[in-house]
C-alpha cells in the first residue's frame, strides 16, 4: 500500500500544469452538462484547446483529433442550446434500430481508420484509438443535441480511454475519467428525469 502511495504521489509530481487546468475545466464542463447549463461549453472549449496538444505530444493522434471535433462541437453546443435558453432544447430519445446501425457505422469507420493509423503511422492502440474517437464524436453529437443515450455511449468510452491514458503516462486524465463514470449515472437520471417530465 506505501509503495502505491509513493507511486501516485510521485506521478502527482509529474502532472504538468496544463494538464490540470485541462481537467479541472474537464470536469466543470460535465458538472454544468449534467445541469444542462450553457457554460459548460465555455469550459469544453477551454480543456479541449489543452488536450489537443497533450495527447499529440503522447502520439495518441486522432485523439488530438478527436478534441479538434469537441472544440468545434463546443461551439455548436453552446450556439444550439444558446437558442432561446439553456433548458429550451428538450432533452430527446432515440430508438434502438437508429443506435444499431449508428455502433454499426462507427465499428466500420474505425476498422477503416485504425487500419491506416497502423500502416502509416507511428501511433499506439490504433483500433482501439480510432474506435473511442469515432464512438465519441457520435457521442457529442447526441450531447449538443440533447439526445438521452449520450450517457450510455460515454460510459463505455470512458472505460476503454481510462487504461488508454494511464499507459501514456496520462495518470490525472485517467484519473478524470474514472471521476467521469462514477458522475455519469448521475447525470442519465438527471437528463432522463427532464425527458420523462417532456413526454408525460
Known amino acids: 500500500m506505501r509503495s502505491l502511495l509513493d507511486t501516485l504521489l510521485a506521478q502527482?509530481?509529474?502532472?504538468?500544469?496544463?494538464?490540470v487546468i485541462a481537467?479541472?475545466?474537464?470536469?466543470?464542463?460535465?458538472l454544468l452538462a449534467i445541469r444542462q447549463h450553457i457554460a459548460c461549453w465555455t469550459?469544453?472549449?477551454?480543456?479541449?484547446?489543452?488536450?489537443?496538444?497533450?495527447?499529440?505530444?503522447?502520439r495518441l493522434y486522432m485523439e488530438a483529433v478527436l478534441n479538434g471535433f469537441?472544440?468545434?462541437?463546443?461551439?455548436?453546443?453552446?450556439?444550439?442550446?444558446?437558442?432561446g435558453g439553456d433548458n429550451d432544447l428538450p432533452v430527446t430519445s432515440l430508438g434502438v434500430r437508429f443506435h444499431a446501425m449508428a455502433i454499426t457505422c462507427i465499428v466500420f469507420v474505425a476498422m477503416a481508420n485504425g487500419w491506416l493509423l497502423q500502416h502509416f503511422t507511428d501511433a499506439v492502440f490504433p483500433y482501439v484509438d480510432s474506435l473511442t474517437t469515432w464512438a465519441a464524436i457520435f457521442a457529442t453529437w447526441l450531447v449538443a443535441r440533447k439526445l438521452l443515450e449520450?450517457?450510455?455511449?460515454?460510459?463505455?468510452?470512458?472505460?476503454?480511454?481510462i487504461a488508454i491514458y494511464w499507459s501514456?503516462?496520462?495518470?490525472?486524465?485517467a484519473i478524470l475519467f474514472v471521476l467521469y463514470v462514477i458522475m455519469i449515472p448521475f447525470g442519465y437520471l438527471s437528463w432522463r428525469k427532464t425527458y420523462l417530465e417532456t413526454v408525460s
Open 23 to 30: 481537467v479541472i475545466a474537464a470536469i466543470l464542463y460535465l
Open 43 to 58: 469550459f469544453a472549449l477551454l480543456s479541449t484547446a489543452i488536450y489537443i496538444y497533450l495527447f499529440a505530444e503522447a
Open 150 to 161: 449520450n450517457w450510455w455511449y460515454w460510459l463505455v468510452i470512458d472505460v476503454v480511454s
Open 12 to 19: 502527482a509530481a509529474a502532472w504538468s500544469t496544463l494538464e
Open 168 to 173: 501514456r503516462g496520462l495518470e490525472l486524465t
Open 70 to 83: 469537441y472544440f468545434a462541437m463546443a461551439v455548436y453546443g453552446w450556439v444550439s442550446w444558446r437558442h
